[in-house]
């Protein structure tokens, strides 16, 4: 794998804010807070530790939110090495297939929960926690290479299997500066993130957070609602992080004024998962002074367009413009859907190739990446995504998007969740199956359910089976994983 | 569960209305074929089959599904799964 210097990454941006603000708290968790100087100062010592002076290209790291990830994160970039992100609910199985696939042969975890894992050969694997890596710790060794990769992390999203995303720090560096460029970061601001570290989404946050050297409020849960909404107040926060479903939920909370807890933040930004159209309006009113955005974009090519909503009257359901320097194509346009077709994307922020996975580097192309992703832009330019490629459903050779049924279904009073997807048939191919999540309290029998489909949609859009489910099956960004239905 | 024959004939003329929303009483008939209906096509049939099977509780066959070509045989097929 190449090896070379860099004049700027991660690592720089750090030093940067210790040179200018070294008694800054730089990273609050919900246990500790650390300066830049102390954290740059663990970050070192880390990097220096003797275990991880091997040979080995990649080194493993799982672990929720926590000061002690971002050192063992910036300190196995420091020593030269690739970091290997691992969710910690993974399951056994995925972890044995990562960890092969990444070739790592050491894991890091937090300290007091050393992981155990049986399928793990223990004679090749080293697994260490933070503090045997820091107490191991040697000379300044000041001539670590910077490998041109920075980390590595497997899309679990939602398709079923798993694909090694190799992110380098050029690609880091386009994406953050295009981050600060149109989000318009700032030095003073206060960022609360919920979400994980080890995703493409919460780890883009503190790339943004070192750059600009603000102050980044860490916390390990996004559905303990009651804490996020005292550490808005509690920090004074100008900005927050967090996925569609939290707003949503966070709407829902009763007898509570929102406006005080969002009355110092600026900015709200979310991904690319759909907002339903309410709580993008809820929060157009509730952030007074501040803006709700969103991003679109994948592991593979991370932050490849923004939204700004408050510039953007009657497009709540638009994912923006391209990111500055982003290119995007519609290809292979459908005739039966003006305009609409695969999303293809070009930039400094796409892979060059996957991980060891020479199939799914058929999806890169002359520096162009097949998203799979289904989309079109309007008029103005403006994105928007409809479903997935994989995802549509051939009834008789009538192609129907799920998210045109998904929607359609939503709007009956009495129902909190929706999915359609295709189920095998003799004489169709396949037709629609819609499974469904009710409100508790909803009398909601299939014959409403149907006879609203049959006023709303065309004949061979309506679902021939509807099963009512106590659980709609997502990842932790609030995308359903739909080869789980199928 | 409906177990009575008008219940029953009742809810499958309101099928017939809900697929074919430009029907009209005097065009509803209980023997009246599938070629005599300008809509009901393969998708009108597997719509009509959706909402039997929801409205009574009850699953056809592929071979039921494709073998209804009136009401009558849609009742006949009900009917059969309810007895």
């Keep these: 794998m190449c090896e070379f210097s860099f004049k700027m990454n991660i690592i720089n941006h750090l030093k940067n804010n210790v040179e200018k603000n070294p008694t800054k708290i730089g990273f609050i968790d919900e246990n500790r807070k ?25 080194i493993s790291l799982i672990s929720e939110n926590s000061i002690s990830f971002i050192i063992a994160y910036l300190g196995i970039i420091n020593s030269g090495k690739i970091v ?21 042969e050491i894991i890091i975890c937090p300290d007091n929960s050393k992981i155990n894992i049986k399928s793990i050969d223990s004679n090749k694997i080293s697994i260490f926690e933070f503090s045997e890596i820091i107490s191991k710790t040697g000379k300044s060794n000041k001539n670590h290479k910077m490998n041109q990769i920075a980390y590595l992390i497997y899309t679990s999203g939602t398709t079923a299997e798993p694909k090694g ?5 050029d690609m880091i560096d386009f994406t953050t500066k295009n981050i600060i460029k149109v989000l318009n970061y700032l030095n003073s601001d206060v960022d609360v993130l919920p979400l994980p570290l080890y995703h493409s989404f919460g780890l883009g946050c503190l790339h943004t957070s070192i750059y600009v050297g603000s102050t980044l409020i860490l916390l390990k849960n996004s559905n303990n609602l009651e804490n996020i909404l005292d550490s808005l107040e509690k920090f004074k926060a100008t900005t927050l992080a967090v996925v569609p479903a939290t707003l949503t939920k966070i709407l829902n909370i009763k007898n509570t004024s929102l406006n005080n807890y969002f009355s110092n933040i600026r ?3 979310t991904n690319s998962t759909s907002i339903p159209k309410n709580t993008v309006i809820e929060f157009k009113k509730i952030l007074e002074k501040g803006n709700l955005a969103t991003y679109y974009g994948l592991t593979e090519a991370s932050r490849s367009t923004f939204m700004i909503f408050h510039e953007n009257t009657h497009r709540e359901e638009s994912v923006g413009k391209p990111a500055p320097e982003v290119e995007i194509e519609i290809r292979n346009p459908d005739e039966n859907f003006s305009k609409l077709g695969e999303i ?14 020479q199939i799914a580097d058929q999806n890169v192309k002359e520096g162009w990446i097949n998203t ?10 403006y994105l928007f995504l409809k479903g997935r490629n994989d995802d549509i459903i051939n009834v008789g050779g009538e192609k129907i998007i799920p998210l045109e049924i998904e929607e359609t279904i939503k709007q009956i009073s009495g129902i909190k969740d929706v999915v359609a997807f295709g189920i095998n048939h003799e004489i169709f191919g396949q037709t629609i199956k819609v499974n469904i999540l009710k409100e508790k309290k909803s009398d909601l029998d299939k014959s409403k359910i149907l006879t ?6 065309e004949k061979f859009k309506i679902p021939s089976k509807i099963e009512f489910v106590d659980e709609i099956p997502k990842n932790e960004y609030g995308k359903v994983k739909r080869f789980m239905l199928k | 569960m409906l177990y009575k024959l008008e219940e029953r004939k009742n809810v499958i003329k309101n099928i017939f209305f809900e697929v074919f929303p430009n029907l009209t009483e005097n065009e509803f008939g209980w023997e009246k074929q599938q070629k005599n209906y300008p809509n009901w096509d393969s998708f009108a049939q597997l719509n009509m089959i959706t909402f039997a099977e929801s409205k009574f509780n009850i699953e056809f066959s592929l071979d039921e599904s494709i073998k209804i070509k009136s009401a009558t045989e849609l009742l006949e097929c009900v009917n059969f799964h309810l007895k």
């Design chain 1, 372 to 381: 799979g992703d289904l989309g079109y832009f309007d008029d103005e330019d």
């Design chain 1, 165 to 169: 995303v190799p992110i380098t720090h």
């Design chain 1, 34 to 58: 650390i300066t830049f100087y102390e954290l740059y100062e663990m970050v070192i010592k880390f990097s220096n530790s003797q275990l991880l002076s091997t040979n080995e290209q990649v």
């Design chain 1, 84 to 104: 290997h992100l691992i969710p910690p609910n993974i399951s056994e199985k995925n972890l044995k297939n990562q960890i092969e696939s990444a070739e790592s």
């Design chain 1, 452 to 457: 609203y489909c049959m006023k709303n949609l």
């Design chain 1, 267 to 269: 900015l709200i930004i």
């Design chain 1, 344 to 357: 293809w994307i070009s930039g400094k922020n796409v892979i060059k190739n996957y991980w060891n996975n």
